[in-house]
Structures are given as C-alpha cells and as structure tokens.
C-alpha cells in the first residue's frame, strides 16, 4: 500500500539538543510538506518541498531545518534554536500542482522537549 | 492576514441525525477550499477539493457546497454514525501562494449511540 511513515511516533528530548524527524513517501509525489499543530490552532506549515534538491520556508521555519535529497524522503530537524519545540509534526505530501490537489498525511510524531 | 474559521468548535451530535458546519475563508484571491476528516489515531484524510462557486460534492452520506464570493463553505453528514466521530478540518488556498494552505483549527464532530 502507498502512504507516508513518520517515525517515530513520539521522541522525548532534552532542551538544546537537536532532533530529527523522518518522513519517508512512497506515492511518487513531488511535493512535501511538514506542519506543526499546536492545541486549537489549525496546521502551520513550517518548509515544503516541490523538488528533489529544492525546499521553501513556510510561515514559522525558524528553528527548523529540512533536506531533499531523495523524492522519498524530507526529514525535518528541530534545532535548540527553536524556542517552543513541543509539539505534534505532520508531514504530508501531494502531486505536483497549484493547490487542487489533496494532501496525503503521515500520521505525525508528538515532540515533547523538556 | 489570511484566516479561516471554523464553526462550531465542537459538536454532540445524536446518531441517526443529519448535521453540517462552517467554514469561512477570505472570499477573495480564492484559488481552491479543501476538507479533511481526522480521526483519533489516524492521519488527515482528504474528503474534498473544492474550485468553482457554487461547486457541490459528495462522498456517501457527506456532502459539501461552496460559496467563494460571499467566502464559505458547508459540510454536511447525513445520518451520523459513530464511525463519523473526527475532527472535520478546512483549509483554504490563495490563488497567489504557492502550496500554501491556511488552515481552519477544525470542528470536532462526536456522535452519540
């Protein structure tokens, strides 16, 4: 079956340390999206990818840092300088297009930094 | 600043009754409005994707319409079943952004037996 894997489910860290989250896809899509959900927020895109090797900042990707080095893989970074790391992340992905095209979710990793 | 609001927040809803929420979203620079149902546990699925003004789609017992010059849309279950029990997420997407989605906080829809 095609789908997207986060891994790992949850990650527990220590303030200052960075920490990396893996999404792998195997739906050949060209787009990539990682999102952070807060309690009563909707989804805030932190970096998306169109391309192998290409990558965008979304509104909050300070603190944050991804890789495109594989169309199957956008793993995303949570660095120290991310002053409220905590957490749950989606990452998503979807065919190459403007906007018509529905997202196909991981079923995300909850982040907790203490 | 963009924003999309949802409407309730949350919702009891008796099974075997019919209910529908709100999204509203800016009725201009309107490039597409997308559903998603997320269920406890899973991952956002996609329900629809909605393009043109007066647009009506369906899947089963939900259905969903769009008004883009007055900027909402309606979501509607027919008949609930607990198996509907999600949080019922919109996002809207400009027509001068590249990929990017604004995101509604959801409406939590609990069905009662």
Request: hydrophobic share 30%; proline share 5%; glycine share 8%.
């Amino acid at each position: 079956d095609g789908g997207i894997t986060q891994s790992p489910k949850y990650l527990f860290r220590k303030e200052g340390q960075n920490v990396t989250l893996s999404c792998e896809q195997n739906l050949n899509h060209d787009a990539m999206y990682w999102y952070r959900q807060d309690p009563g927020q909707g989804l805030r895109l932190i970096y998306y990818s169109q391309i192998v090797n290409d990558f965008q900042k979304g509104d909050i990707a300070e603190g944050y840092s991804v890789s495109r080095e594989k169309k199957e893989s956008f793993p995303l970074t949570v660095t120290s300088a991310q002053k409220n790391p905590t957490a749950f992340y989606l990452c998503a992905s979807s065919i190459m297009g403007r906007g018509n095209s529905p997202l196909h979710f991981g079923n995300g990793t909850r982040l907790t930094v203490t | 600043i963009l924003n999309v609001e949802q409407s309730p927040q949350s919702l009891h809803v008796q099974e075997g009754d019919s209910t529908n929420f709100t999204c509203s979203f800016p009725s201009s620079n309107f490039y597409a409005l997308h559903w998603y149902r997320w269920e406890t546990a899973k991952s956002p699925e996609a329900l629809f994707v909605m393009t043109l003004n007066g647009d009506e789609k369906k899947k089963g017992r939900i259905s969903a319409t769009l008004n883009t010059k007055e900027g909402y849309s309606y979501l509607y279950i027919k008949g609930s079943q607990p198996e509907d029990s999600a949080t019922y997420l919109c996002a809207f997407h400009p027509m001068d952004s590249n990929y990017q989605l604004i995101w509604g906080a959801g409406t939590k829809l609990i069905i009662k037996p």
